[in-house]
């Protein structure tokens, strides 16, 4: 079956094939947590971006399989609340922007920054610094080289939704930053074509949201 993006809490993870990359997506509640395996389709080596809560389905989903690294996208709660747990249990490494992970509960061995890679077996991740939702948000793009025919794969955390930016509680400050940042780090870089993986809810693309940013830009929020 084709993948939709689509995933409830309870309900069964989907699973999406790519060139040197396997993505696996679930929900956990109670937020509505969206949590995302990923898989190097040539060594296997594993990393989960944010173990945001039920530490026993994210457990599953890695099924015993040595995790080489768990990434948080930013340092609210419902995005860290079974890291503890899922890193005793596996032994992974832990990533954040240093701007957040003084407020994870873990020690963050990777430091990860604006323009930073982290690599999944033979794949790479590019770090994108979102700043406005919090101080140290970041997304991870996979495969900004273009090798998927103007398709590349980004994982916003809160920092981007289907119907605009994360969260800045009406902070102009903060909304501003975090617009700037979209436009010039992620709209401006990345083809329409770019699958877009927030931390809650459905998948968007790059090019379904872009006609949108005067409307968000108006509004504020």
Not at 38 to 59: F, M, Q, R, V, Y
Not at 80 to 107: E, I, S
Not at 111 to 117: A, E, F, H
Request: some cysteine; glycine content about 12%.
């Amino acid at each position: 079956m084709s993948y939709t993006g689509d995933v409830s809490v309870g309900g069964p993870a989907d699973t999406r094939e790519l060139p040197g990359l396997t993505i696996t997506k679930v929900a956990v509640g109670p937020v509505d947590n969206n949590a995302y395996l990923l898989e190097c389709t040539s060594t296997g080596e594993l990393l989960l971006i944010d173990a945001a809560n039920d530490a026993d389905t994210l457990l599953r989903l890695i099924g015993g399989r040595p995790l080489a690294m768990i990434v948080t996208t930013h340092r609210h709660w419902d995005h860290w609340a079974a890291l503890q747990a899922v890193q005793r249990a596996t032994g992974a490494r832990t990533a954040a922007h240093p701007d957040d992970a003084g407020a994870l509960p873990v020690a963050v061995t990777d430091l990860v920054r604006q323009g930073d890679t982290i690599s999944v077996g033979d794949t790479d991740l590019s770090v994108i610094h979102l700043r406005g939702h919090t101080p140290g948000s970041v997304a991870l793009c996979y495969d900004t080289g273009g090798a998927l025919a103007g398709q590349p794969h980004l994982f916003t955390g809160d920092s981007l939704f289907p119907g605009g930016p994360g969260n800045t509680e009406h902070d102009p400050k903060r909304f501003g930053q975090l617009m700037d940042d979209l436009e010039q780090r992620v709209f401006a870089e990345l083809p329409d074509g770019t699958w877009v993986y927030p931390g809650h809810g459905k998948d968007t693309t790059l090019g379904a949201e872009r006609p949108h940013i005067p409307e968000w830009r108006a509004r504020g929020w």
